[in-house]
C-alpha cells in the first residue's frame, strides 16, 4: 500500500507537468496508460488520500534543514532571538528589517515567506483539489467517503490555523482554482474560525485513530479543534475534546524504546529518534515521518536541528584563556577513546546558532521547584552548558597546553556579538539527533522522525482552558501531571496565571510548538474574553486596537497594546535590553504579533483586495474584510 501510494504521487505529478504544456497531440497519450493521470488518481480513496499524503509530508519540512521555516517560530517569541551575528542580513532589527517588500525566502529569514505563507497556501491549494475532486470518486462506502474529507478538512484547517495566526485576516480559498486569479479579498479570521471548527468537528467524528505513523489522526483533529475551541473562547468544548484525547493517549512514564541504555533518563528516551518509531509509544499523537539514519538523506532530508541550536563553538572564538582556539571538528581519535577529550562534534552537533535562547528560557524558567528536573538545567545530562565541553583542540597537545582536556572557561574578551552566537545552555535531550551519514564530517542533526502533536501539550492546553475559566485547582492538576513525570514539585492553585503555564510550555515544548503562534492566540483570546491579566496588573486588553497604531512604520512600543509585546517585552532580555552588535540592534513593536503579508501578494492581485496587516507599509489601501461565504460588495469590487 505504502509503495503503491508512493508511485501514484510521483506518476500524477509527473503527468501534471506534461498536461500543463498544452500539447495536444494524440501520440503523446500513452497506450496504455503505465502510470496514474489526474483523471484515474482520484477515482477511489487511496488515490485521493495519495494527494493528502503529500499535504502530511509537508507538515514536516518546516522543521527541517539549515535555518528551518520552524525558527521563526522561536525567534519571534520569548524563548529565543536569531543568533547570527557576523552579517547584517538575520532578523534581528524588525524594526527596520520586517517590511512586506523584504527577501525571507532564505536561512539568514529562516524563510519566513517560503515556510510561513508560500508553503500554507500551497497546501491549501492541494488540499482542495482533493477536496473539489471527490464529487467525482467511487467510494465503498459513507464512512470512508467521510475519513477522505476529514483529512482533508485537517490538512487545509491546519494551513488556515498557522496563517491566522502568524498573519491575521486572510483571504479564504475552499475549492479548486483551475485559472489564474487576481481577485482574491482577505476575510476576517473569526469567521475563518468558525468555519474551522465546523470542519474540524466533522473531522474528529470521521477520522480514524489508528492509521499508519505520519498520517493524520483522530487525536490530531481533536488538538487542532481545541484551539479553535480555545479562540473562540469556547473552554468547556475544547476540555470535553482534551479529556477525550489524554484518555487515548496516556504519558510515557517509565523508560523505553531498544536504546533506553545508551540514554541517562526519560526525557532523551522520549525524545530520542527510536522512541517516534516505537509502536509502544502512547504520547505521539501526530509524527512528521522520516526515515532515520538516511544515507541518501540531504539538505532539507536532515533535522540540521544541532546546527540551528547548538553554539557554534568551533569558529577561532572560543579561545582557551592561553588564548587559543580551543576546539576542533576532529579531534585525537586515541585521546577520545581514552576519554581525555571528547568528540564535540559527533556529541553535540557542529552549531551555528541559529537561534540562541534567552535568559528567560536559560535560567529564569528554571527556579527551585525545578532542581530535579529531568528537563532543565539543573540536570548535566540534560542540559548541556559551553562550561561544560572540554578543550579538544589537538593543536593545544601539540603545543604542550595545560589547558587541553580541560573544561572550558567564557573568554573574558569576548565580544557581544560573540558571546551570543558562541556561549550559551541549550536543551541537549531535545535537539540531539546522530548523524552518522556524516562520518567524520560536520554532524548537523540526522534524518529523523519528529512530533508534531503529543499528549503533554494536551495537559497544558486543558490546564490553559481551566485557567481561562479561573478553576485554578484543575489547571495545577493537569500542569502537574507533565511536571511529575519530569520530576518536578508539583504547583498549587495559588501559583496558576498566564505565566506559569507559559512557563511550562516553555519547558515541555522546546523546538516543539509553535510558539509565536501560541503566543498570538493567547493575545486575541485576552482580547477577545476582555480577561483581566494578572501578570500585568489586571490589565484588560481590546480587539480594536490589537496591533496598535495605524499607519506606516509606526513602531509603538507601548505597554498594554496586546499581550504578546507586552510579554516578549517582559521576557526577552534581547529586545527589551535593545543589545546592539556589529550589524543590528535587536528591536521589535506592538505590530509585530501579526507579520506582513509579502507586498508581492497585494500587489499582483489587481481584481482584489487584500489588506495588509497594521503597522506596515500599504495598510491605506485596506478595506473592511469579508466573511467567509460573504459575496464581494458591488463598490468594492474592481
Keep these: 500500500m505504502k509503495k503503491n501510494r508512493i508511485f501514484k504521487t510521483i506518476s500524477a505529478v509527473a503527468l501534471c507537468t506534461v498536461l500543463l504544456t498544452g500539447c495536444s497531440e494524440s501520440w503523446l497519450e500513452p497506450k496504455p496508460l503505465s502510470f496514474l493521470t489526474p483523471e484515474n488518481a482520484y477515482v477511489d480513496a487511496d488515490g485521493l488520500l495519495t494527494s493528502l499524503a503529500a499535504a502530511e509530508r509537508s507538515m514536516r519540512h518546516e522543521y527541517f534543514g539549515n535555518g528551518s521555516g520552524y525558527t521563526c517560530e522561536l525567534i519571534f517569541s520569548d524563548l529565543c532571538i536569531s543568533g547570527t551575528t557576523d552579517k547584517a542580513g538575520p532578523l534581528q532589527d524588525m524594526d527596520r528589517q520586517l517590511m512586506p517588500d523584504a527577501n525571507f525566502n532564505n536561512a539568514e529569514n529562516s524563510y519566513l515567506t517560503s515556510h510561513n505563507w508560500d508553503e500554507n497556501w500551497n497546501q491549501i491549494k492541494y488540499t482542495n483539489v482533493v477536496l473539489s475532486r471527490m464529487k467525482d470518486t467511487k467510494f465503498v462506502n459513507e464512512a470512508e467517503k467521510n475519513k477522505v474529507l476529514g483529512t482533508g478538512y485537517f490538512q487545509r484547517c491546519y494551513r488556515y490555523w498557522r496563517l491566522i495566526n502568524q498573519f491575521g485576516d486572510v483571504p479564504f480559498i475552499d475549492v479548486e482554482v483551475t485559472y489564474p486569479r487576481y481577485d482574491f479579498n482577505t476575510c476576517d479570521r473569526w469567521s475563518i474560525l468558525r468555519r474551522m471548527k465546523k470542519e474540524l468537528e466533522f473531522a474528529y467524528q470521521w477520522v480514524p485513530e489508528q492509521v499508519d505513523r505520519g498520517h493524520t489522526t483522530k487525536s490530531a483533529c481533536g488538538v487542532l479543534l481545541m484551539k479553535v475551541y480555545m479562540s473562540l473562547g469556547e473552554f468547556d468544548n475544547a476540555i470535553k475534546v482534551g479529556n477525550e484525547i489524554v484518555a487515548k493517549h496516556p504519558l510515557m512514564v517509565n523508560r523505553f524504546t531498544s536504546t533506553k541504555n545508551n540514554h541517562p533518563n526519560l526525557m532523551f528516551d522520549l525524545h530520542s529518534v527510536e522512541a517516534k518509531s516505537d509502536p509502544t509509544n502512547t504520547e505521539g499523537i501526530l509524527y512528521g515521518v522520516s526515515e532515520p539514519n538516511n544515507a541518501s538523506g540531504t539538505g532539507s532530508a536532515k533535522t540540521e536541528i544541532m546546527a540551528n541550536c547548538v553554539p557554534m563553538w568551533n569558529n577561532n572564538v572560543v579561545k582557551t584563556p592561553s588564548g587559543k582556539t580551543g576546539f576542533a571538528v576532529t579531534p585525537d581519535s586515541k585521546d577520545v577513546a581514552a576519554g581525555i577529550v571528547e568528540d564535540v562534534n559527533k556529541t553535540y552537533g557542529r552549531g551555528i546558532a541559529r537561534v540562541r535562547p534567552t535568559n528567560y528560557f536559560q535560567y529564569t524558567i528554571w527556579t527551585e521547584k525545578e532542581k530535579n528536573d529531568l528537563r532543565g538545567r539543573y540536570n548535566h545530562d540534560s542540559w548541556r552548558r559551553m562550561e561544560d565541553l572540554i578543550y579538544n583542540d589537538p593543536a593545544l597537545k601539540k603545543a604542550n597546553d595545560p589547558w587541553y582536556g580541560k573544561k572550558a572557561v567564557k573568554p573574558v574578551n569576548m565580544s557581544c556579538g560573540d558571546s551570543i552566537r558562541c556561549w550559551f545552555s541549550w536543551p541537549h535531550y531535545k535537539v540531539y539527533i546522530p548523524d552518522p551519514t556524516a562520518g567524520s564530517g560536520q554532524w548537523k542533526g540526522g534524518s529523523s522522525p519528529i512530533y508534531l502533536m503529543r499528549s503533554a501539550e494536551v495537559y497544558l492546553m486543558l490546564a490553559e482552558c481551566y485557567y ?128 506582513p503579508i509579502p507586498e508581492g501578494s497585494i500587489t499582483s492581485n489587481t481584481g482584489g483586495v487584500i489588506n495588509q496587516n497594521v503597522g506596515y507599509p500599504g495598510t491605506e489601501n485596506n478595506i473592511t474584510p469579508l466573511k467567509v461565504g460573504q459575496e464581494v460588495p458591488s463598490e468594492s469590487a474592481q
Design 468 to 595: 481561562w475559566k479561573d478553576m485554578k485547582q484543575e489547571a495545577a492538576n493537569m500542569m502537574n501531571v507533565v511536571r511529575q513525570r519530569a520530576g518536578a514539585e508539583s504547583l498549587a492553585a495559588s501559583d496558576i496565571n498566564i505565566g506559569t503555564v507559559l512557563d511550562e510550555r516553555a519547558r515541555e515544548l522546546y523546538y516543539e510548538e509553535n510558539r509565536h503562534v501560541e503566543l498570538s492566540r493567547i493575545s486575541y483570546v485576552y482580547a477577545l474574553t476582555g480577561k483581566a491579566c494578572e501578570v500585568f496588573g489586571g490589565h484588560v486588553y481590546k480587539l480594536d486596537n490589537f496591533s496598535g497604531p495605524k499607519g506606516t512604520s509606526v513602531n509603538c512600543k507601548d505597554a498594554g497594546v496586546n499581550f504578546y509585546f507586552d510579554w516578549v517585552s517582559a521576557k526577552n532580555n534581547f529586545y527589551n535590553k535593545g543589545i546592539k552588535t556589529n550589524y543590528a540592534e535587536y528591536r521589535f513593536s506592538t505590530h509585530h504579533v501579526l507579520w
